[in-house]
C-alpha cells in the first residue's frame, strides 16, 4: 500500500470522525448510493468480496453454520434511516457503509457497534475493511486476501489467508493466522502489535512507537523495523533471510539452539548478548553451517539471540 494514499484516505477518515465526536453537520458521501438498502437485513446472494466502510464503534465479524450473511446494529439511541448502517450487494460483492451518503449528516452523540455473521464454510476472495475509529475483531476468517486500515482504536483478528495487511496509525494489532500465507505486512504508528503465525514466506512489520510480541513457526523472509518500543520475537526455524533495525529499545530473538544462522550486527550504543553456539568472524557471528542469514542495526538498545 502506498503510504501517500493511506495518508490522505486517514486523513480524510479523521475529519469525518471529527464530526462523529463534536456533533457537527458532517459529509460522509459514496458512489451508487441510491442503490443501498438501510438498516439490518439478510444477504442470501453468493459473496466473495466484503468491503466494509465504518467511521467510528465496534465491528464485529463471526461465523455460523447457516448459509447465508446477517448484518445487524445497534446504537445507544434511537437513529433516523439515514444514520442506520448502508448495505449494497453489487454481484458477488457485499458493500457495507456506516450511514446514508449525504453532505449534512448529525452524527451527534451516536455509539454504534456493528455485527456481521457470515458462513463457517465460506473462503472470500477479499476482505476489506476501513476504519475511522473502531474496535475491530472476527474470528475464523478466511480469504484470499485480507486488507484492514483504521486511523485509530484496536485490530484483533484471527485468520487465514494467502496476503494479509494491516494498518492502524493509533492503536493495536493482534493476529493470530492459521496456515500458509504468502505475505503478512503489519503497520503500527503508535501502538502495539502481537502476532502467532503459523506459516508465512513473506513477513514485514513496522512500528513506530510501541511494543511488539510475534511468535512464529516457519517465517521464510522476516523484515522488522522499529521506531522505538520493545521486541521479542520468538522463531520456530531461523528465517532464510531476516532484517531488524531499530532506533531504540530492546530486540530479543528466541531461535532453536542448532539453528544454522550467520548474523551480522551493528550496533551504535548497546550490547550484543546470545546463547547460541556462535562463533564470531569480524562483525559476523556463525552458528552451525550459517546457511540463513540475519541482519540487526540497532542505534540504541540491546540485543539478543536467544535459546527458544
Known sequence: MKKKSLYLTMVGMAVLLMGVLTGCMTQYTYNNADKYMVGDRVVTETIDTIDINYLSGNVDISTSAKNEISISETSNRELGDELKVH????????YVKYCASGNVLNFKDIDKKLSIVIPSSLKLAKFKSELSSAEFRTTSLKADAVDIEASSGSIDIECEARDINLDVSSGKITLKQ???????????????????IEKASQMSVEVSSGDSSIKADSIDDMQYGASSGDTSISLGVAPKNSSFDASSGRIEILLPENSDLSVNVDTSSGEFNYELPFEKNGDTYIAGNGTNKMNIDTSSGNVSILKR
Open 178 to 196: 492459521r496456515g500458509n500465507s504468502d505475505s503478512i505486512n503489519m503497520d503500527a504508528s503508535s501502538g502495539s502489535i502481537t502476532a502467532d
Open 87 to 94: 448495505t449494497w450487494v453489487d454481484g458477488s460483492t457485499l
